[in-house]
C-alpha cells in the first residue's frame, strides 16, 4: 500500500513538473512576440501596461474570436497555470513578497500570453 502511494505521488510531481516547465516555455517563447497596433486598440493594453488581472478578459475575448484550431492545448495548460499561480500568490503573499512578486510577474505574462493569442487569431497569417 506504501508502495502504491508513493508512487501515484511521485507521477503526480513529475506530471506537475513537467506542466510547469511546459507553461514556462510557453511563456517565455510567447513574450518575445510583439503585439500589433490592432489587439492594441482593441484591448487598450500596450505591452508595459499589462497586468495580470487583465488575462479572464483578455481569455473572453480569444474564445469569441476565430478559432484556427491549433492552440486549444497551449490555451488550456496557460489557463491552468494561471490558476495554479493565482493560489500560489495568495498563499505566498502572506509569507514572502519576493515570492508573491514572482508570482505577480508570471501572473502578467499570462496575460501577455492570453494577448498574443488574441493577436493571432485576429491578423490572418500571410500564406
Known amino acids: 500500500m506504501f508502495t502504491s502511494a508513493f508512487i501515484l505521488i511521485f ?23 510583439e503585439l500589433s497596433g490592432q489587439v492594441e486598440r482593441i484591448t487598450g493594453l500596450t505591452t508595459a501596461t499589462m497586468e495580470a488581472r487583465e488575462f479572464d478578459r483578455l481569455m473572453v475575448l480569444v474564445r469569441v474570436a476565430p478559432d484556427p484550431g491549433d492552440d486549444a492545448m497551449e490555451i488550456t495548460a496557460i489557463n491552468l497555470y494561471y490558476r495554479a499561480i493565482k493560489i500560489a500568490k495568495s498563499v505566498s503573499s502572506l509569507l514572502s513578497d519576493q515570492a508573491s512578486d514572482w508570482c505577480r510577474s508570471e501572473l502578467a505574462r499570462c496575460s501577455y500570453f492570453a494577448a498574443v493569442t488574441l493577436d493571432r487569431r485576429l491578423v490572418p497569417v500571410a500564406a
Open 11 to 33: 507521477v503526480v510531481g513529475a506530471l506537475w513538473q513537467f506542466t510547469f516547465a511546459y507553461c514556462r516555455t510557453l511563456l517565455a517563447l510567447y513574450s518575445k512576440v
